[in-house]
C-alpha cells in the first residue's frame, strides 16, 4: 500500500508564551525542539497509522529567534520512507498578524513504525506527485545514505 504526501500532512501552532523564553528574552530551543518532535510523531503516525518512535534528528537549523507573543506554526510532511522507517521534514515559522510566515527553522527527523512489541514494522510506500515531492525523496535518499555510511563509521 503507498500514501500520499497530503495524506500525512499537519500544520500545527503555538504561541510563544513566558514559560517558553530563556534568559535572553527568546525562545528556549528545547520547547522549537519538543513540539517539532512531537509533530514528526503525528506525521509519522498518520502515514503508517500506527506506533511511531523518533530514531534520529538527522538535522535542526535555528535560523531566527522567536520572542513572547510570537505565533509558531509548524508544518510537517513525510519526505521519504525506507521499509520501517520515515524521514519527516518540518519547517517552524513565525506567522504575523497578516498570516504572512517567515521561516525560522528547519528540521529532518526518522521516525520508524514500531509494532505492539516494541519491533520495526514496515511502512506503507509514497506517491509523489509534485516535482517539489520528487526532489525531496530524492534529497531524502542522499540523507538516508549519509546516516547509513555514518552508522557504518561509527559516527
Known amino acids: 500500500m503507498k500514501k500520499k504526501v497530503s495524506d500525512s500532512y499537519t500544520e500545527q501552532a503555538y504561541v510563544v508564551r513566558s514559560q517558553h523564553i ?3 528574552k527568546r525562545l528556549f530551543g528545547g520547547y ?8 514528526a510523531g503525528i506525521v509519522s503516525r498518520r502515514h503508517c497509522e500506527g506506533i511511531v518512535t523518533t530514531a534520529a534528528i538527522d538535522n535542526l537549523q535555528f535560523k531566527h529567534a522567536a520572542f513572547e507573543d510570537d505565533m509558531i506554526v509548524l508544518v510537517g510532511k513525510v519526505t521519504y520512507v525506507g521499509h520501517t522507517s520515515m524521514e519527516i521534514r518540518v519547517d517552524a515559522y ?3 498578524y497578516t498570516g504572512s510566515r517567515r521561516n525560522i527553522n528547519r528540521a529532518y527527523l526518522v521516525m520508524v513504525a514500531i509494532d505492539e512489541n516494541g519491533k520495526p514494522k514496515e511502512v506503507p510506500g509514497l506517491i509523489l506527485e509534485t516535482e517539489e515531492e520528487k526532489w525531496e525523496w530524492e534529497a531524502g535518499k542522499k540523507r538516508y545514505d549519509l546516516r547509513k555510511q555514518r552508522r557504518i563509521e561509527g559516527y
Open 94 to 96: 513565525i506567522e504575523d
Open 22 to 24: 530563556n534568559s535572553t
Open 32 to 39: 522549537l525542539m519538543q513540539w517539532i518532535d512531537e509533530m
